[in-house]
């Protein structure tokens, strides 16, 4: 019960906190998910115990480049053209900077490399939602939407698992994700899909349900994706900076899931 307690309201506060960042501006917002990407990254260095310091370093560093050079790119500052040449490029030199590294294993190396791109990409993908519809500056609105619907989908699916849970999802990864947990954040994010359409008055109801019914499926694949790499790596929790959570990964792997994929779809609908 008092696990309850302190991640409900640790909760309040990372909503109230993430959501004023964003509401801030540009600026708070690149801040903000810079941070979370240094925190995610420490993260996984814990995890996969390396102590390769100034592989860690170049990870960072590089992660964080490209994240600002997406925010230039965003923003009008580098011409979108140029996207495939400056992220093509960085990739490059950054390959050969690991390669003439023989310090760390290439699997290890590789891993860590990897988690640069999953993690700094799902970010960018995030930070890329404030500059939809295109050409109009930046505005957080779907950004948040999208943070709310990862959030009540978390909510939905950790409820209906306490409380009716009897199915594995998939108990090989994560024993204690259930059938009824997933159905119960996929009912409660439909619900908060509508409630998005009667609000903002955009698009339409099915339109929206269905984007939240697939924040929850991808929200549902984040989750287990992280529990796999927690199960590989024997950790309970990928760190302790968020009470009741854990880490960083572990509050926010859902949405470097769904990021990417609320993007690809509000970008597609624009264009059609």
């Known amino acids: 019960m008092n696990n309850v307690i302190t ?14 960042l964003l509401l801030l501006g540009k600026y708070t917002s690149l801040a903000l998910l810079l941070f979370v990407f240094s925190v995610a990254m420490y993260e996984i260095r814990k995890m996969l115990d390396s102590e390769d310091q100034v592989l860690f370093f170049i990870s960072l560093t590089a992660g964080m480049i490209s994240m600002g050079i997406s925010y230039f790119i ?14 093509t490029g960085f990739v490059l030199l950054f390959l050969f900077m690991f390669t003439l590294r023989g310090k760390t294993g290439f699997r290890q190396t590789s891993q860590i490399f990897l988690s640069v791109f999953w993690i700094a990409g799902s ?45 594995p999802l998939a108990k090989a990864i994560s024993p204690e994700k259930t ?18 359409y009667t609000v903002t008055n955009s698009h339409t109801a099915i339109f929206w ?10 929200s549902a694949i984040g989750d287990l994706f992280e529990s796999k790499l927690k199960r590989e790596t ?3 929790d990928s760190g302790n900076i968020i009470p009741g ?15 990417p994929v609320f993007y690809s779809l509000f970008l597609i609908i624009e264009k059609l």
């Not at 109009?136 to 779907?142: Q, S």
């Not at 009824?180 to 409630?195: H, Q, R, S």
Request: aromatic share 10%; proline share 3%; glycine share 12%.
């Open 7 to 20: 991640r409900t309201l640790s909760g309040i506060v990372l909503i109230i906190v993430f959501a004023g």
């Open 74 to 87: 965003l923003d009008g500052f580098i011409r979108t053209l140029w996207m495939p040449a400056v992220i």
């Open 123 to 167: 970010l960018i993908f995030y930070f890329a939602l404030g500059w939809l519809p295109a050409n109009n500056g930046f505005n957080p609105e779907l950004m948040i939407i999208l943070l709310a619907l990862v959030w009540i989908n978390d909510i939905g699916a950790f409820v209906a698992g306490k409380l009716i849970g009897r199915t």
């Open 179 to 196: 059938m009824e947990g997933l159905t119960g954040g996929i009912v409660l994010n439909a619900a908060a899909g509508y409630l998005v």
């Open 209 to 218: 349900i269905t984007m939240a019914i697939l924040v929850s499926i991808t």
């Open 234 to 236: 024997g950790v309970k």
């Open 245 to 259: 959570h854990g880490g960083m990964l572990d509050r926010f792997d859902s949405l470097m899931f769904s990021a």
